[in-house]
């Protein structure tokens, strides 16, 4: 997608590779559902400090690792998600230098992440903001709503805390876990 595109109401079906690309930032994906997950459903790359791209009542299933990868600059509203049997709904790139991103999410539904709704790197000054109406499906607890790590320029980027702080910033009383 170009920036200031817009890719609506789609069903992307399994065996598609690489998902959508938001190649320099600024896009709009509203109501896009994939139904099985390659690589990434969606990779947000490019763009400036000042990009928004807009993901608004999509949902996606069964990703091994990622479903938004966030490459570039900027930040990323999610509002509306429903995401079932996967590693993360967003991940703020942890090998692509030092580059801070902040991602919004209100109204997101996580069935069984792996890991967790959103992985940031701390290091980079990176921001997660859960607003309203988060609900998980885990025994994780807060842990699995968010967790930062440490962004490298190439190495697998490592752990560094879980739940709220700083750079995931939630009331763990007002997430919904069942």
Same mark, same amino acid.
């Given at each position: 997608?170009?920036?200031?595109?817009?890719?609506?109401?789609?069903?992307?079906?399994?065996?598609?590779?690489?998902?959508?690309?938001?190649?320099?930032?600024?896009?709009?994906?509203?109501?896009?559902?994939?139904?099985?997950?390659?690589?990434?459903?969606?990779?947000?790359?490019?763009?400036?400090?000042?990009?928004?791209?807009?993901?608004?009542?999509?949902?996606?299933?069964?990703?091994? &690792?990622? =479903?938004?990868? @966030?490459?570039?600059? !900027?930040?990323?509203?999610?509002?509306?998600?429903?995401?079932?049997?996967? %590693? #993360?709904?967003?991940?703020?790139?942890?090998?692509?230098?030092?580059?801070?991103?902040?991602?919004?999410?209100?109204?997101?539904?996580?069935?069984?992440?792996?890991?967790?709704?959103?992985?940031?790197?701390?290091?980079?000054?990176?921001?997660?903001?859960?607003? &309203?109406? =988060?609900?998980? @499906?885990?025994?994780? !607890?807060?842990?699995?709503?968010?967790?930062?790590?440490?962004?490298?320029? %190439? #190495?697998?980027?490592?752990?560094?805390?879980?739940?709220?702080?700083?750079?995931?910033?939630?009331?763990?009383?007002?997430?919904?876990?069942?």
């Amino acid at each position: 997608l170009e920036p200031g595109a817009k890719l609506k109401n789609v069903i992307i079906g399994p065996d598609q590779r690489e998902g959508v690309h938001c190649d320099d930032n600024d896009c709009t994906v509203e109501n896009v559902w994939w139904e099985d997950v390659c690589e990434d459903a969606l990779s947000i790359k490019g763009g400036n400090k000042n990009s928004i791209t807009h993901v608004l009542a999509c949902g996606a299933k069964n990703a091994d &690792d990622k =479903i938004i990868q @966030h490459n570039g600059y !900027g930040h990323v509203n999610i509002n509306g998600f429903y995401a079932e049997n996967f %590693g #993360k709904l967003y991940r703020s790139c942890g090998t692509c230098g030092n580059i801070k991103r902040t991602v919004a999410l209100n109204h997101v539904w996580g069935y069984n992440p792996k890991v967790s709704l959103v992985t940031v790197n701390a290091n980079n000054g990176d921001v997660a903001t859960f607003t &309203d109406d =988060i609900h998980v @499906h885990t025994s994780k !607890g807060a842990n699995a709503v968010c967790q930062t790590t440490s962004s490298t320029n %190439g #190495k697998e980027p490592k752990v560094t805390s879980k739940g709220p702080s700083k750079n995931c910033v939630f009331n763990k009383n007002k997430i919904e876990f069942y």
